[in-house]
Nanobody, 124 residues
Framework: QVQLVESGGGLVQAGDSLRLSCAAS????????VAWFRQRPGAEREFVAA????????SYADSVKGRFTISRDNARSTVYLQMNSLKPEDTAVYYC?????????????????WGQGTQVTVSS
């Protein structure tokens, strides 16, 4: 079983930055693609960013492209989401998810393991 734990959320002002971390345990992390999803108040969970197992390819939702950066350090079994120029509409619970294949997907139903989520609140 793979376990994921998110951290780094908090309350910030618009224009500020945050870095979220997703710490993973399990034997197959280095062979697993990882994605970030978020759920805004009153909305369904949506795709944010994803990265392949080796970190060689990434994907972003249009709403965060140019502002967010996903990366991973397999030696530390950790995936990061650097969030810059935060906007109030970025306020959401952010979830880390993984699936045991090298390539990522953008649909939440294709991921097997999920963290508990971390709250990000951006005030104007």
């Amino acid at each position: 079983q793979v376990q994921l734990v998110e951290s780094g959320g908090g309350l910030v002002q618009a224009g500020d930055s945050l870095r979220l971390s997703c710490a993973a345990s399990g034997r197959t992390f280095s062979n697993s693609a990882v994605a970030w999803f978020r759920q805004r108040p009153g909305a369904e969970r949506e795709f944010v960013a994803a990265i392949t197992a080796g970190g060689g390819a990434v994907s972003y939702a249009d709403s965060v492209k140019g502002r967010f950066t996903i990366s991973r350090d397999n030696a530390r079994s950790t995936v990061y989401l650097q969030m810059n120029s935060l906007k109030p509409e970025d306020t959401a619970v952010y979830y880390c998810a993984s699936r045991p294949t090298i390539y990522y997907a953008t649909r939440e139903g294709l991921y097997d393991y999920w963290g508990q989520g971390t709250q990000v609140t951006v005030s104007s």
